[in-house]
C-alpha cells in the first residue's frame, strides 16, 4: 500500500530482505496507526472536557457527572482493536518466525544451520550433503572440540563449520537457524531480516526465516553479554542459489585443506 511506504520512509525502516518482515513492518505500523488515533482522540477528548467543565460553565461542582457511556464504549472499542492486533496479527506472525511445528517441513528442503553464539563470536555449522548434524554431547568436548562433536558419528563426516563470524545463505530458500551458546545469554539479530532471538547456554532456539534480497548483512548481538559485546558482529551474505552451491563446495573443499577462502 502506497499509504504505508510512505510512512515507512517517514519512520526510516531500515531496508527488508526477508519474507516474514514485510508483515512485521505492516504490523509495526498498525500498531503506531492505534498509537496515533489514541492520542489525538484522548487528547482531543481531555481538551473537550477542560472546556467543558470549565470552572466559569460550572461554579457547583456536580456530585453525579456525566451519565452518558462514550467512554466506556470507547475503552470497549480500544480494547477490541488490541485484540485483534494480538491474536490475528502478533501471535501469527510470531509462531512463523518461531514455532518449530509452523515451520516448512522436510519437503520444502530448508536449510538448517546451527548457530553457536560465544563471547564474542558466531559460529556457523552446516549439516553438509546428507543434510544431517553429527551427533553433540558434552563428554566430547576438548580443546580442539569446542562444540563437544562425535567424530566418529557418520552423520559429523561431512557437516562443514564456517569460517568464524561467516554465516552464507542462498536467497529465496528457507532457512532454519538452531541457537545455543557456549557461554552466557546472547540475541542473534540481524535487523534487515526482522529476525531477533535470545541465544541460551543449555537450550537450542530453533527460528526460521526467508532472505529475499541477495546482499551482505551484519549480524550483531542484541543481548549486553559482555564488555565486548559491541565488537560481537557477524556477516550474513545472502547469495544466489548457484553462487551458494559454489561457495559450498569451497567450503567444503576447503575443509578438506585445497580451496581458497571466501572472503
Ligand atoms: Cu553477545
Not at 138 to 163: H, L, Y
Request: aromatic share 12%; glycine share 6%.
Amino acid at each position: 500500500m502506497e499509504l504505508f511506504d510512505k510512512i515507512k520512509t517517514l519512520m526510516s525502516f531500515p531496508p527488508l530482505a526477508s519474507e516474514h518482515g514485510k508483515q512485521m513492518d505492516d504490523f509495526i505500523i498498525y500498531i503506531h496507526l492505534l498509537m496515533g488515533v489514541l492520542f489525538v482522540g484522548w487528547f482531543a477528548y481531555f481538551l473537550y472536557a477542560i472546556f467543558r467543565f470549565r470552572k466559569s460553565n460550572n461554579p457547583k461542582a456536580s456530585y453525579t457527572g456525566v451519565q452518558g457511556h462514550f467512554s466506556t464504549y470507547a475503552e470497549v472499542a480500544v480494547a477490541i482493536a488490541e485484540v485483534i492486533l494480538l491474536v490475528g496479527l502478533a501471535i501469527p506472525l510470531w509462531a512463523k518466525v518461531v514455532d518449530a511445528e509452523k515451520f516448512p517441513s522436510e519437503k520444502d528442503k530448508p536449510l538448517v544451520i546451527r548457530v553457536t553464539a560465544q563471547q564474542f563470536a558466531w559460529n556457523f555449522r552446516y549439516p553438509g550433503k546428507d543434510g544431517a548434524f553429527g551427533k553433540q554431547d558434552m563428554k566430547f568436548f576438548a580443546p580442539d572440540n569446542r562444540f563437544a562433536i562425535d567424530k566418529n558419528d557418520p552423520n559429523s563426516k561431512d557437516d562443514i563449520e564456517a569460517p568464524t563470524n561467516l554465516m552464507v545463505v542462498p536467497v529465496n530458500r528457507d532457512v532454519i537457524v538452531h541457537l545455543s551458546a557456549l557461554d552466557v545469554i546472547h540475541c542473534f539479530k540481524v535487523v534487515p531480516l526482522r529476525v531477533t532471538q535470545d541465544v541460551i547456554p543449555g537450550l537450542m532456539i530453533p527460528s526460521h526465516f526467508k532472505a529475499t534480497k541477495e546482499g551482505k548483512y551484519m549480524i550483531t548481538c542484541a543481548q549486553l553479554c559482555g564488555n565486548g559485546h559491541a565488537t560481537m558482529r557477524g556477516n550474513l551474505y545472502v547469495l544466489s542459489k548457484a553462487d551458494y552451491e559454489k561457495w559450498e563446495a569451497d567450503i567444503t573443499a576447503k575443509a578438506k585443506g585445497t580451496a581458497t577462502s571466501f572472503e
